[in-house]
């Protein structure tokens, strides 16, 4: 089976995000590993780690992400772009993934998925947190 890239990987990990954003919202029971078995036809450690880190600590994701968009918060955007922007701030915040990756990999999912202003904001979302950081 061909191994699939990191970038590849995250548009699961953006996917399985989403889905469980949707079913928190409409207050369905869900369990993460048969939704990432759905996703993923591959057992990837980098997707379990990313999407339970995620899940771990998404309050304070949440509030990095409410701290830095100017006059939003993270729940009005669509669950695509919160999904972009939960996974590329947990690997910012908590991972070890180079900083230039974390944010270049989540602005490439927001130019695919998003629409152009919410790009700006993911960018400048991650951005902020980059420089505040340490």
């Not at 990095?64 to 006059?71: I, R």
């Not at 915040?93 to 989540?106: K, Q």
């Amino acid at each position: 089976m061909e191994q699939k890239t990191r970038s590849e990987l995250r548009k699961n990990i953006m996917t399985i995000l989403y889905q469980i954003n949707v079913y928190k919202k409409n207050h369905i029971k869900y369990n993460i590993d048969d939704i990432i078995k759905e996703v993923t036809e591959i057992d990837n450690e980098f997707v379990k780690d990313t999407v339970y880190g995620v899940e771990t600590y998404l309050n304070e994701i949440e509030k990095y992400a409410n701290d830095n968009l100017d006059g939003w918060t993270i729940d009005r955007l669509g669950y695509t772009d919160q999904a972009i922007l939960q996974m590329g701030i947990y690997e910012l915040v908590y991972t070890d993934t180079p900083d230039i990756v974390c944010i270049n990999e989540a602005i490439e999912l927001a130019k695919t998925y998003s629409d152009d202003n919410v790009r700006k904001m993911i960018n400048a979302v991650m951005d902020n947190i980059l420089h505040n950081k340490e």
